[in-house]
């Protein structure tokens, strides 16, 4: 009776099998998520398949997606899945979302070269290596993991959004091949420099915070740069911000700087978070005149 069915939405609904699609050959896009779907066992028939959300189910494998080679887009958030084995067979795969799942290698993806962007928050990822093979890869998400080295994105370099926050890492030096990058997230990790971003000059958004990086000489080249945390880290100037003059929000709280003169070339400047710092005079945020939100209180 639906065997012409192609798009299947039964999303936040009491559904608990996908029996029904038994004959649904030319399906081609489901979302199941948040329903008490617990097997994809029927879809290793629905070869045309290309977008599945499966997120928050009960689901623990992915092995009938071995038949599905169209599949472009996955999303298997907080699912039990913790084995990505059957996306090896996947080679259009180009979205993939698992994150708060159990799983620990990503070595299948080193097959899908077609992969744009990854999505593995906290799961027991610890190892990028297969994303060597990923040189299509634009963003990728992996806070909260054991990740500790950035080593196989030096062959990314289309990368454009990163975010290894909460992680190992102590080391940014691949990123110096991903000129792209525009966004980047390293707060809480173990770096000490941010050295390599200065070939990465179409930074706009970058968060360090809670990180032991003491100069922010690197980010004179960063002259794209519209947002930046620095909180609780190590920096005692801000000197090297002079020529970030289109930055529009800065959070430099719990650090030792004592003047805010950079800024003065900040015209642009609409949110600035400096407190519990030296800082004892604002007269050079005189030049912000679209300066909306300024906290400069104690801790």
């Known amino acids: ?49 290309t977008s ?87 963003r990728l998400y ?6 500790s080295s950035l080593a196989p ?14 992680t190992t890492v102590s080391c940014l030096a691949p990123l110096a091949a991903c000129p ?3 966004s980047l997230d390293c707060s809480t990790t173990s770096l000490g420099s941010l050295t390599p971003l200065a070939t990465c000059t179409a930074l706009n958004t970058l968060n360090y915070s809670g990180t032991a990086i003491s100069s922010l000489t690197p980010l004179a080249a960063c002259t794209a740069l519209t947002a930046l945390n620095c909180s609780s880290t190590a920096i005692s100037s801000l000197a090297f911000l002079a020529t970030c003059t289109v930055l529009t929000t800065l959070h430099c709280s719990h650090n030792a700087i004592s003047s805010l003169s950079p800024l003065s070339a900040c015209g642009a400047m609409t949110e600035l978070h400096c407190y519990d ?17 300024l906290n400069c209180g104690a801790a």
């Open 52 to 138: 599945l959300h499966c997120y928050d189910t009960v689901i623990s494998s992915l092995a009938p997606l071995a038949t599905c080679s169209a599949l472009a887009l996955l999303s298997c958030d907080n699912t039990s899945v913790s084995d990505l084995a059957p996306l090896a067979t996947c080679a259009a795969l180009a979205v993939l979302s698992c994150n708060g799942t159990a799983v620990s290698s990503l070595a299948p993806l080193a097959a899908c070269t077609a992969l744009t962007a990854l999505f593995c928050e906290s799961t027991d990822t610890s190892c990028l290596a297969p994303l060597a093979t990923c040189t299509a890869l634009i």
């Open 1 to 49: 009776m639906l065997g012409a069915l192609t798009n299947l939405s039964c999303h936040s609904t009491a559904v608990s099998s996908l029996d029904e699609l038994a004959e649904c050959m030319a399906l081609a896009a489901l979302n199941c998520s948040s329903t008490g779907v617990s097997s994809l066992v029927l879809l290793a028939a629905c070869t045309a398949l």
């Open 180 to 182: 792209l990058l525009t």
């Open 277 to 293: 710092t030296a800082v004892s005079s604002l007269s050079p945020l005189a030049s912000c005149t679209v300066l909306t939100e």
């Open 142 to 147: 992996f806070h909260r993991t054991a990740v």
């Open 153 to 166: 994105l030096a062959t990314c370099t289309a990368l454009t959004f990163l975010d290894c926050s909460d």
